[in-house]
């Protein structure tokens, strides 16, 4: 049986079992669209369900792990825009819904900076390693947004109040080593061995019983796992919402002005040359 | 409108729309009695209410945040002493309501040492930073009391149960760093600029829709929500019972006693001189 | 009234009402075998109702805290061995049950490395103190088991995700620091010090009311019994299974092999001399 390919992800599949799925998108820092959650959900529930995969490796190339969503201006005024918001938002919801449900061990090697979306749902893979300049950002109050994938959830449970708030309420950015004090990380391992040490320690957790790993991974999540899909759908009810907020759209339409002034500057001092 | 006036707080509503909320009762180290509580409650209703706070900030004027529950000489055991216990609590119990209920963003600056209640309503907080000098007592073992402000369920929640066992049950003095360490606290941030800096803070969250912070507030907040009231409820039941308790009595009066010593003992002193 | 007798433990009931119950084999690192965790759930279930026991002091002998449960040659396939299993992992589970509904303060003092079960059972202890020396393993994957004691719920709750998952998923033995970091062990104690050090932080405790104590454990509890018990039920029912797994059997057996083999060669060894 043949593997499924994924244009915006590189992906390798070890004859040990682990299954490496690495945002394959540099020259954009692995930002997210729709493609990418599509792919990344598809991932989630074939590897679910593919015996061959015993350990998912997430991982990013490049010097980002994940920039977050890709910022649009947005359209949701229109018939059609409104509609093509709705589909994207069920696209995320399913990555999220396929990382509560996923049975086997996945473990995340952050490599670089995370933002957003790459923040939230780091909290529902089980283990998770960063590069000494990896640092987490959530931006959502910035943008009018709310928090999603179950942060509001998952971040105080893991990091205590104070932290969980400062992220999703205040927006601020948290170093590695503020990440792995509270506990959200691990530990971090340098840039040069990131991936080849998280490739031992998964290819080492392949080798224990699949069955045994996905006993005890519903042991520790079954009581959970009815919270975290009712957050989700909380959460992506609000999050309809807040994107059509005049000041949601406003923070938006104000960003995307400032890139394409970016841009425009670039390209004109490019031509000056 | 006028803005309501508070006795024993410094208040200032910043154009900002941050409202800065100040224990200002330095001379007894901003000791907590019914008034105090009265105040604190009635500001966080009308806070919670008023459009033109923004953000919350909690802090104390002095060497300490806030010396916790002034102690009386217990005398629950005639009728208008019982009455008025009575009475003491449900104001205390009104505080810890409306801060499990307070919808906007609420910021601890914790300005020099905490005991008792003042310790366990940071925890109802959303952020709490502090001074490098800052401790954080809760001495309700030796005073024969228990646990109250949902402290029960929120410092397990926040520090892991080793620590919160040890205030809690121990009565264990933590310094900033162990409360840093634990993430009971944000970060130190020195004396002297720690007022100008999370003014800051709050005036930088002020900025945020008011309508995307409250709608993340409680997507954090609403599960809990009606398990913290619950607790709220049981805990001032048991402190009911606790205060009336013959051990809590002795204590109480052993303390009293010495205090009282201790200011007979200074004024012999300085009527010598 | 007299004193229980146990075999396997050192015990001693001070004046001050601390009771001090230490692992007493220290020639096998303290491993646990039926009758120990017989004799551990008696001595719960007597200090529990025994009004001269106000603190229980839970610590060891010797080099080693507890090297876990003892491994024998899996005999499951036996009728015999299958009912023996039966007998053996209900008192386990007594012992859990024991400490979940254990009403006064425990205190751990680990005085050296952990593994098994006695890694997972601090987590139901109220505060744990550990030495520099101590380690944490809990090697379920390795021998095919699953989580026990509760640690799919507390380890999570703890120590956040991450650090839980290495432990429960990958086997990762912990260092006291780590241990530290994450709450899970409030502060390191030198091992010269430790038991007198902890004795005296139990003398004080144990001067505490013990209505006080009782009714605050209970409120930092009472929420949480049913979902440990329920996750006892639900591990035990797991782990039925999973000792009657091909690879738990596997992995039994290669443990059980390498042991007689090593004890083979070191008797070989010193006969040739």
Known sequence: MSLPKFQHFETTLFSSGVYEFAFNRPHIYNALNQEVYQEWRDALLWAAKDDRVKVFLLTGRGKYYCSGQQLYRPN???????????????????VVTALIDFPKLIIAAVNGPAYGFAVTSLALCDVVYATPDATFTTPFMKLGFCSEACSSYTFPRIMGN????????????????EMVGCGFVSRTISKDTIRQETLKLAEEAALFSPEALKVT????????????HDMND?????????????ESIASLNA????????????QAAKSKL
Not at 238 to 244: A, D, F, P, S, Y
Not at 255 to 266: G, I, L, N, P, T
């Open 255 to 266: 960003f995307v002005d400032a890139s394409e002034k970016r841009r425009a500057e670039r």
């Open 76 to 94: 949701v005024h229109t018939k059609e825009g409104n509609a093509a918001d709705e589909i994207r938002r069920n696209i995320t919801k399913g």
């Open 234 to 246: 909380k959460e992506m009810i609000q999050l309809h919402t807040r994107v059509r907020s005049p």
């Open 162 to 177: 104070s932290k969980a708030n400062e992220m999703l309420l205040m927006g601020r950015t948290m170093t590695v080593e």
């Open 217 to 228: 991974k519903d042991l520790i999540r079954h009581m959970e796992r009815p919270l975290l």
